[in-house]
T-cell receptor, first 114, second 116 residues
Framework: AQSVTQPDIHITVSEGASLELRCNYS??????LFWYVQSPGQGLQLLLK??????LVQGIKGFEAEFKRSQSSFNLRKPSVHWSDAAEYFC????????????FGQGTRLTINP | DAGVIQSPRHEVTEMGQEVTLRCKPI?????LFWYRQTMMRGLELLIY????????DSGMPEDRFSAKMPNASFSTLKIQPSEPRDSAVYFC??????????????FGEGSRLTVL
């Protein structure tokens, strides 16, 4: 069965520092991979996705992620975080018919220190 | 354009009562998803529909849960009877799947259910 592991439940970084959020997936075929962000009291919003091609994908709000098949990883990065990046981040893998069925990781809560 | 609209935003009810959560997807989106979010279990897919037809309901926890999509602009998730362990935030999401699937789900703001 498909699964996603986000090893870090909570990460704190200083504003302006770089960020990397880890994601490992388990899937038998070529995965469709996603990162979503959830602000408090809100639904989830897509940051970026990987379907095929270039393994480094760019997303909104200055985020990027790199797909590494050998490591079954899809880590999210940002060179310099802003206070507004404080939120919960979810990695997901697409499975099922047409890969519509997204399986989400447990999420990583990001706190930004001023 | 309006996003996915869910109602109610908050519901507090007593154990044994029936709960109905409602969702209006984005116009033109033909896939609709119901997710449940809890601290313990994270985000779980309960059921999803394509063109108003349920495709996968394997995530529905038990017979107390049912979901319908009578038309392209409306879906309900019903819990009868409700139990305290059903307390969670329930999200509805929609997605355009005609043609190439983009993979993007558009989420509503959620319905926070508390069962006492």
């Amino acid at each position: 069965a498909q699964s996603v592991t986000q090893p870090d439940i909570h990460i704190t970084v200083s504003e302006g520092a770089s960020l990397e959020l880890r994601c490992n997936y388990s899937y038998g075929a070529t995965p469709y991979l996603f990162w979503y962000v959830q602000s408090p009291g809100q639904g989830l919003q897509l940051l970026l996705k990987y379907f095929s091609g270039d393994t480094l994908v760019q997303g909104i709000k200055g985020f990027e992620a790199e797909f590494k098949r050998s490591q079954s990883s899809f880590n999210l990065r940002k060179p310099s975080v802003h206070w507004s990046d404080a939120a919960e981040y979810f990695c997901a893998v697409g499975a099922g018919q047409g890969a519509q069925k997204l399986v989400f990781g447990q999420g990583t809560r990001l706190t930004i220190n001023p | 354009d309006a996003g996915v609209i869910q109602s109610p935003r908050h519901e507090v009810t007593e154990m044994g009562q029936e709960v109905t959560l409602r969702c209006k997807p984005i116009s033109g989106h033909n896939s609709l998803f119901w997710y449940r979010q809890t601290m313990m279990r994270g985000l779980e897919l309960l059921i999803y529909f394509n063109n108003n037809v349920p495709i996968d309901d394997s995530g529905m926890p038990e017979d107390r849960f049912s979901a319908k999509m009578p038309n392209a602009s409306f879906s309900t998730l019903k819990i009868q009877p409700s139990e305290p362990r059903d307390s969670a935030v329930y999200f509805c999401a929609s997605s355009p799947t005609s043609g190439s699937w983009t993979g993007e789900l558009f989420f509503g703001e959620g319905s926070r259910l508390t069962v006492l």
